[in-house]
């Protein structure tokens, strides 16, 4: 198939739409991010990139401190508009009906209604251009109870976690299948498909 060419731009799809928290001191705020990710396995890594002219860019900056949310379908109507409003003029808390909860590690609050939780702490803040990237180590992780298994295991399908991919939100569709099944071995017994 012909492909068409475009310069280059921010098309990797999809991303989490996240609920990334921040405090700085009494004042507390949510800021919708999408780019965020992994960039380490041990110690445990990620990110967030924030406009310099952002509300919550100065309150992590100072404080170094933030959580990211995986944010459930049910609350993407909370992200969208947590991600268009400025905490300068509105609790987002208050106006998005959330429910802030102590973190375990850090001083930041976490979205009780959000299922899954990263606490995290800045090492580095890098100048990008439009973004300054915060990378930071990930010193704990909040998971609801419902989440897990018999055995303990986290069920993340239970989460009902939503995607945005270019300029629009979805809920995560059905499991294809799960890290090595394309080399796993068959188990004896079974008929082959």
Not at 13 to 20: D, E, G, Q, T
Not at 78 to 90: E, F, R, Y
Not at 99 to 124: K, Q
Request: with cysteine; aromatic share 6%; charged share 25%.
């Amino acid at each position: 198939m012909p492909k068409v060419h475009w310069k280059g731009s921010a098309l990797l799809s999809p991303v989490p739409p996240a609920l990334v928290t921040c405090a700085r001191g009494d004042e507390t705020n949510i800021i919708t991010i999408a780019w965020t990710g992994i960039v380490n396995s041990q110690p445990p890594k990620t990110y967030i990139s924030v406009r310099p002219t952002r509300h919550s860019y100065e309150m992590i900056r100072q404080t170094r401190e933030f959580a990211v949310h995986l944010t459930p379908a049910s609350l993407i109507r909370a992200a969208d508009w947590c991600g268009v409003h400025t905490g300068a003029k509105v609790n987002k808390f208050e106006r998005c009906r959330l429910t802030p909860e102590p973190a375990s590690v850090i001083s930041v609050p976490l979205i009780a209604e959000c299922p899954l939780a990263l606490e995290c702490r800045v090492t580095d803040i890098l100048p990008l251009g439009s973004h300054d990237m915060f990378l930071a180590d990930i010193v704990a992780v909040d998971a609801d109870e419902s989440l897990l298994d018999g055995e303990g295991k986290l069920r993340m399908e239970r989460a009902d976690l939503a995607a945005y991919a270019h300029g629009d939100y979805y809920s995560l569709g059905r499991r294809l299948g799960k890290f090595g099944f394309s080399v796993a071995k068959k188990k004896a017994g079974r008929p082959k498909s």
